[in-house]
């Protein structure tokens, strides 16, 4: 009996947990993410009342010396060499942490949301309900490629600092968002669904 009771167990704390939700909960994310991005199409896009509420609050912009500094500053400095950069950062930080795996994903990720992003943009239609003159613009670019290198960095971090690099993220992607709006280079519906 005492033999049994002195045994130690070790559980290895560092070892990725594995288990139905590993794979159930991120793809449960993405379903709720593509519903939304849907929802915000037909809402937004497709209704002569979504329209004018979008429009209204692209023409309804305020502006203020430093925050057009800031704003501006904001889009001039998200370039697609920022967004490689923070890919070939985010695919180090995987192998140095030896997990290709996460590399790879984070990878996929920036690709898929982007690419998604522009096939999107080229192919759905925006009829002019409400006569306001512009192209589809539908989802936003800029928001879309600032999120997924938010993403990919939150993938490929210990867990330890993901919750500061995703609260960090959170303000750059807004940030991005507000300013395609300041600039009408996009409707606020283009940046809800990137």
């Not at 501006?72 to 490689?84: F, I, K, P, W, Y």
């Not at 009829?127 to 670019?141: A, K, Q, T, W």
């Not at 940030?175 to 283009?190: G, K, L, N, Q, Y």
Request: hydrophobic share 55%.
């Amino acid at each position: 009996m005492t033999a049994l009771a002195s045994r130690e167990q070790t559980v290895d704390l560092s070892a990725p947990r594995r288990g139905p939700g590993h794979v159930l909960l991120p793809l449960a994310v993405a379903v709720l993410a593509a519903a939304g991005a849907v929802l915000t199409y037909r809402l937004f896009v497709r209704t002569s009342l979504g329209q004018a509420v979008d429009n209204a609050a692209l023409r309804s912009g305020v502006h203020h010396p430093k925050m057009d500094e800031l704003l501006g500053r904001a889009l001039d400095n998200t370039t697609l060499a920022s967004v490689v950069l923070v890919c070939v950062v985010a695919a180090a930080i995987g192998i140095l942490r030896k997990r290709i795996d996460l590399a790879v994903g984070a990878a996929f990720l920036v690709l898929g949301a982007n690419g998604s992003v522009e096939l999107l943009k080229g192919h759905l239609v925006r009829p002019d309900l409400d006569h306001f003159p512009g192209p589809n613009s539908f989802p936003s670019g800029h928001t879309a490629a600032a999120a997924s290198v938010v993403y990919a960095l939150v993938l490929v971090l210990p867990r330890a600092v993901r919750g500061m690099v995703a609260l960090i993220g959170f303000v750059y992607v807004t940030v991005i968002a507000i300013a395609t709006v300041w600039a009408e280079w996009h409707r606020p519906s283009d940046t809800i669904a990137a």
